[in-house]
C-alpha cells in the first residue's frame, strides 16, 4: 500500500554532514508517523528518530540527540534526517518506516521495529576515521 525509498547515503569522513531523504509513494503521509533506523554492520536493526504526524512530537535515541534532526515535508510526501558530526559508529544501513495508523501517538512503542508497517530498502551510510 505504500512504497518508500531512501536516497543520501555514502561514504564521507568524521565530522561531516548528510542529509537523507526518504519518499513515500502509494497514498499521502501526512497522517502517519515516520521513523528512522539503521542496522550497523554484524547488529540488530536499532531505532534512530520518529516524528509523528505533521511534526507534532519528535523522539531520539540517546546516541544521536544533539546531531541529528528528523524532519517532514507532506508537501513531498517526505521524511528527511539530517545528521551532523558524523561518527565512525554512525556506520549502518538505514532505513524509514511508516506506521499507518492514522494520528498515532509518539511514545515508546514507537522506538520497537514492530509497531511499523512498511519499510524502505535502506540505504548505505559509511562513515570514515
Known amino acids: 500500500q505504500v512504497q518508500l525509498v531512501e536516497s543520501g547515503g555514502g561514504l564521507v569522513q568524521a565530522g561531516e554532514s548528510v542529509r537523507l531523504s526518504c519518499v513515500g509513494s502509494?497514498?499521502?503521509?501526512?497522517?502517519?508517523?515516520l521513523g528512522w533506523f539503521r542496522q550497523p554492520p554484524g547488529e540488530e536493526r536499532e531505532f534512530v528518530a520518529v516524528?509523528?504526524?505533521?511534526?507534532?512530537?519528535?523522539h531520539y535515541t540517546d546516541s544521536v540527540k544533539g546531531r541529528f534532526t528528523i524532519s517532514r515535508d507532506d508537501a513531498k510526501n517526505t521524511v528527511y534526517l539530517q545528521m551532523n558530526s558524523l561518527k565512525p559508529e554512525d556506520t549502518a544501513v538505514y532505513y524509514c518506516?511508516?506506521?499507518?495508523?492514522?494520528?498515532?501517538?509518539?511514545?515508546?512503542?514507537?522506538?520497537?521495529?514492530?509497531?511499523?508497517?512498511?519499510w524502505g530498502q535502506g540505504t548505505q551510510v559509511t562513515v570514515s576515521e
Open positions: 518506516a511508516v506506521r499507518t495508523r492514522p494520528f498515532a501517538h509518539v511514545g515508546p512503542t514507537t522506538t520497537s521495529a514492530y509497531w511499523y508497517d512498511f
Open positions: 516524528v509523528g504526524y505533521q511534526g507534532t512530537r519528535t
Open positions: 502509494g497514498r499521502p503521509l501526512g497522517s502517519f508517523a
